[in-house]
């Protein structure tokens, strides 16, 4: 018998271990998971990239713009001095103003790395001082002092001062690109990271949709291997089943052949022994007869009782023999040895007992099955049926013969027989050994009727029952007697 302990659903894959459904769908909202936050993460951080860049930019125009209104003040400033014409004052308040507005805005542009670095710190420093160096020379051009201004004017420490600044402001600029560079180096890296993280959880995706793909067909394989053994199990199991079925088939023939054996034995045994005995004492009381004196009326009488009693059982030998074994069907035929059986059966059950029989063309073994049948039917509607009337059929076809026996009595259930009941499945048995079929026709309070049908020419009968068949038939034959008549009317008396 196959061996279903050793079916594994998930057989030790070569390659990759395939993943169940749920590990799959872990698998893959893990990746999408990923997917989503490394995409979240790069653009937060690629937009405070563009971000510092933007800043950088308007940190540069604002350096630029601080630059020219610090060249605009010191024009300004320089056209007061020289000329006194107050009217100058007005465009170098003004740039001093725009200096002043730009100065903020640089504090507040400015990315923490520029605006902690040593280029912001001299830069704000230098404008601090070129602008304290322009208000100082205004005033004293104010206060009519030009000492000092011719000192301012001819000196270059002004000069000195704008390129220092101009200097600080080219650094600072360099700072600014320096760090544009920087951020966009970082965006390209982290477009690559977002790159190469979206396709590695792609491939990450698909090894899980591999996996699954892998699982499911390695689910089917095992599906389809235990189906096979479930198969072949249930294949085993079935020869099994057919295998004791025929056995118990041949059984069952094997012990009715041997109980109609046994009662042609008994039949026989009856006949010729019991036969010859009785015969003989009917000679012997016979002799005797003849041989009373006159006058001993009361020795007669003795004798024609005793006559009488040897008669009797002369008779009741004769029914025995013929319930063990029917002489009629081989000496008389089918049709009449049923005949005989349902006019005895009518007036043992006071029934009334209509019969419809065709001669049928048969051999002796299913002769004797459908005269059994016949019997078991009527036994049991003796028993159970309550009937008032009873039909017995027997009909002639091409290829087989029908009988059948139906009452209009109680009825039955036939797919509810009592456990202990056997006549039936017998009657079944002998007519499906004959390689024909019996039906029940029966319902509680609807009467019955039971038909069987056998083939004319037999279908050849299986192996095992063949011989079965044959041993039937030949004891059928060995049954054969001669009629008692001749020897009891041989018998004087
Ligand atoms: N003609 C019938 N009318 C009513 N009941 C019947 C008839 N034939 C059979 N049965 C029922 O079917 C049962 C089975 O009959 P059978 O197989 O001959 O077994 P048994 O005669 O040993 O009881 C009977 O017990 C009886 O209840
Ligand atoms: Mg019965």
């Known amino acids: 018998m196959p061996d279903l302990t050793a079916i594994t659903p998930h057989d ?4 990759l271990r395939p993943l169940s459904l749920g590990a799959t769908l872990i698998v893959a909202a893990l990746c999408a998971l990923a997917m989503i936050w490394l995409n979240e993460s790069t653009h937060r951080r690629i937009t405070a990239a563009l971000q510092s860049i933007q800043q950088l930019h308007s940190t540069r125009t604002t350096i630029n713009g601080l630059a020219r209104a610090l060249l605009e003040a010191e024009s300004s400033q320089r056209g007061y001095i020289i000329t006194g014409d107050r009217e100058y004052l007005t465009p170098y308040n003004a740039a001093l103003a725009e200096t002043e507005r730009l100065l903020k805005d640089l504090t507040a542009q ?14 704000v420093s230098l404008l601090s001082q070129k602008i304290g160096e322009m208000a100082l020379t205004v005033r004293m051009r104010e206060e009519e002092r030009p000492e000092v201004v011719n000192f301012v004017v001819t000196s270059n420490v002004g000069l000195q001062q704008m390129r220092a600044f101009q200097a600080q402001g080219n650094a600072l600029r360099a700072l600014a690109q320096s ?3 920087t951020k966009r180096a970082e965006i390209y890296r982290l477009l690559n990271v977002s790159r190469f993280g979206l396709a590695a959880g792609v491939l990450a995706a698909f090894l899980a949709f591999f996996l699954y793909v892998n699982q499911i067909r390695a689910t089917r394989r095992a ?7 479930l198969e072949a199990e249930r294949d085993a199991l079935e020869s099994q089943v057919r295998e004791r079925t025929s056995r118990l088939t041949e059984l069952a023939t094997h012990l009715q052949q041997a109980v109609e054996d046994e009662r042609a034995h008994l039949a026989r045994e009856l006949h010729d022994e019991m036969g010859a005995l009785l015969t003989a004492a009917k000679l012997d009381v016979a002799r005797l007869k003849s041989r009373i004196p006159p006058g001993a009326d009361d020795f007669t009488d003795r004798l024609q009782h005793l006559t009488e009693t040897l008669n009797q059982g002369i008779a009741l030998k004769r029914r025995i023999i013929e319930d063990l074994r029917p002489s009629s069907l081989t000496n008389l035929g ?6 005989i059986l349902c006019r005895e059966f009518a007036d043992r059950a006071a029934l009334q007992v209509d019969t419809a029989l065709e001669p049928v063309d048969l051999d002796p073994a299913s002769e004797l099955t459908i005269y059994r049948v016949v019997q ?3 036994t049991n509607i003796g028993k159970y049926a309550q009937a008032k009337k009873v039909m017995v059929t027997l009909k002639n076809y091409v290829y087989h013969a029908e009988v059948s026996v139906s009452d209009d009595g109680i009825g039955f259930d036939p797919s509810r027989l009592p456990q202990a009941s056997h006549g039936l499945v017998g009657m079944q048995h002998r007519i499906e050994a004959s390689g024909g079929r019996l039906d029940i026709n029966a319902a509680r309070g609807r009467g019955s009727r039971i038909t069987g049908t056998i083939p004319r020419r037999a279908a050849k009968p299986q192996s095992a029952l063949a011989d079965a068949m044959a041993t039937m038939s030949v004891s059928a034959q060995s049954y054969a007697m001669p009629p008692e008549a001749p020897t009891e009317a041989a018998a004087p008396g």
Request: zero cysteines; aromatic letters at 2%; glycine letters at 0%.
């Open 110 to 123: 400015a990315p923490a790395a520029m605006a902690e670095s040593d280029a912001m710190t001299s830069f």
């Open 376 to 378: 078991e039917a009527l």
């Open 179 to 181: 760090l544009v560079q």
């Open 223 to 229: 599906d389809a291997q235990q189906q096979a053994l």
């Open 12 to 15: 030790p894959p070569r390659k």
């Open 334 to 339: 089918l049709v009449a040895s049923l005949e």
